[in-house]
RNA sequence: GGAGUUGA
């Protein structure tokens, strides 16, 4: 089964989900018996796609087929609906798994956040973040990550910047998608310059470069542009 | 062998 997933899962990545079927029927024919992990890997893929009713619909599949879903399987549901801004159903998944007598992890409260931030809901998914903390887990960067990116959407730098402040208190590295995230959020409200300052003091990379470079478009700054453009190929960043 | 964060 293992060599199988491994092979859905890069059928998904390519949208070739289409011949999962045949690779089921197979199995079926050698008497490989489908498991969690399979069946997630499946649904993974559909929900790439935005398949959600495909996907909820293999889920009920497996669980009739006596196949208990575990965390993992119910996260990447959860994150599945989530990412469309169905974050009623998604609710209602992590009811479920709890229901279940699963413990939801970071991961899945995080998929929970960012939903809430996709619908533009910033108090919600700060309730999440602070319930994460309560039930004693530590938000990693990613956590913050996508706290700070639905702050930035709507607007709310100065809380942005605390939550920077608070991940250093903590000692969580912001990488550069941290950083990126905080470039995106200032270039949006028309702060390249200020971007620009931040960019300088970490290790930027493509997107940096051209998430700034589109700022300064949109803000018709040619010398910010040019600075820029100078900047990424003295760094021998190649921008796609 | 499966899950969460950034640009055009």
């Given at each position: 089964v293992a060599t199988y997933t491994a092979v859905v899962g890069a059928l998904c990545k390519e949208g070739k989900i289409q011949e999962v079927s045949d690779l089921i029927s197979k199995m079926e024919k050698e008497g490989v018996v489908l498991d969690v992990v399979f069946y997630s890997s499946w649904i993974c893929g559909y929900l790439r796609e935005g398949m959600l009713t495909e996907a909820f619909q293999k889920h009920r599949v497996m669980t009739e087929n006596g196949i208990k879903p575990d965390c993992v399987s119910y996260t990447i549901l959860i994150d599945g609906f989530c990412k469309e801004g169905n974050v009623e159903k998604a609710v209602g998944f992590l009811q479920e798994m709890k229901e279940d007598g699963l413990n939801p992890n970071l991961v899945t409260y995080t998929a929970i956040m960012r939903g809430f931030c996709k619908i533009g809901k910033v108090e919600e998914a700060f309730e999440v973040f602070r319930k994460i903390e309560e039930l004693?887990?530590?938000?990693d960067e990613v956590t913050y990550a996508t706290l700070i990116d639905g702050l930035c959407r709507k607007g709310n730098l100065d809380c942005v910047f605390q939550l920077l402040e608070e991940m250093e208190d903590k000692g969580i590295n912001a990488g550069f998608v941290t950083y990126n995230t905080v470039i995106n959020g200032l270039c949006k409200v028309g702060k390249t310059s200020q971007a620009d300052e931040i960019s300088k003091g970490i290790v930027a990379d493509n997107f940096s470069y051209s998430t700034l470079i589109h700022g300064y478009i949109v803000e018709r700054n040619i010398v910010g542009m040019l600075e820029t453009k100078r900047r990424l190929e003295e760094a021998g960043v190649c921008v796609d």
């Amino acid at each position: 089964v293992a060599t199988y997933t491994a092979v859905v899962g890069a059928l998904c990545k390519e949208g070739k989900i289409q011949e999962v079927s045949d690779l089921i029927s197979k199995m079926e024919k050698e008497g490989v018996v489908l498991d969690v992990v399979f069946y997630s890997s499946w649904i993974c893929g559909y929900l790439r796609e935005g398949m959600l009713t495909e996907a909820f619909q293999k889920h009920r599949v497996m669980t009739e087929n006596g196949i208990k879903p575990d965390c993992v399987s119910y996260t990447i549901l959860i994150d599945g609906f989530c990412k469309e801004g169905n974050v009623e159903k998604a609710v209602g998944f992590l009811q479920e798994m709890k229901e279940d007598g699963l413990n939801p992890n970071l991961v899945t409260y995080t998929a929970i956040m960012r939903g809430f931030c996709k619908i533009g809901k910033v108090e919600e998914a700060f309730e999440v973040f602070r319930k994460i903390e309560e039930l004693g887990f530590r938000a990693d960067e990613v956590t913050y990550a996508t706290l700070i990116d639905g702050l930035c959407r709507k607007g709310n730098l100065d809380c942005v910047f605390q939550l920077l402040e608070e991940m250093e208190d903590k000692g969580i590295n912001a990488g550069f998608v941290t950083y990126n995230t905080v470039i995106n959020g200032l270039c949006k409200v028309g702060k390249t310059s200020q971007a620009d300052e931040i960019s300088k003091g970490i290790v930027a990379d493509n997107f940096s470069y051209s998430t700034l470079i589109h700022g300064y478009i949109v803000e018709r700054n040619i010398v910010g542009m040019l600075e820029t453009k100078r900047r990424l190929e003295e760094a021998g960043v190649c921008v796609d």
